[in-house]
Nanobody
């Protein structure tokens, strides 16, 4: 059973930065395209950013040019650097595989709260 452990969230002010981490307990991490998702109160979970096995990144329009996704295969960890945070970025952030047809069990997520 793959475990996903997200960390790094917190309460920040608009314009601040945070770096999220997600440790993944699987030997196939380096062969798996990964993603960050988020779920705001009362809203559906949405895709934020993806990183392929080759390091190709893609972003939702709402975070483009502000967030950076990266991965460290040796540490089996995926990161999300979040800059210029806005109140609308407030959500619980989760990592999982990019292919939503093959999601692993969700982790507990990490709460990000951005005050104006």
């Amino acid at each position: 059973q793959v475990q996903l452990v997200e960390s790094g969230g917190g309460l920040v002010q608009a314009g601040d930065s945070l770096r999220l981490s997600c440790a993944v307990s699987t030997s196939i991490f380096s062969f798996t395209s990964m993603a960050w998702y988020r779920q705001a109160p009362g809203k559906q979970r949405e895709l934020v950013a993806t990183v392929s096995v080759n390091g190709v990144e893609n972003y939702a329009d709402s975070v483009k040019d502000r967030f950076i996704i990266s991965r460290d295969n040796a540490k089996k960890t995926v990161y999300l650097q979040m800059n210029s945070l806005k109140p609308e970025d407030t959500a619980v952030y989760y990592c999982n595989v990019m292919d939503r047809r093959r999601l692993w069990n969700w982790g507990q997520g990490t709460q990000v709260t951005v005050s104006s």
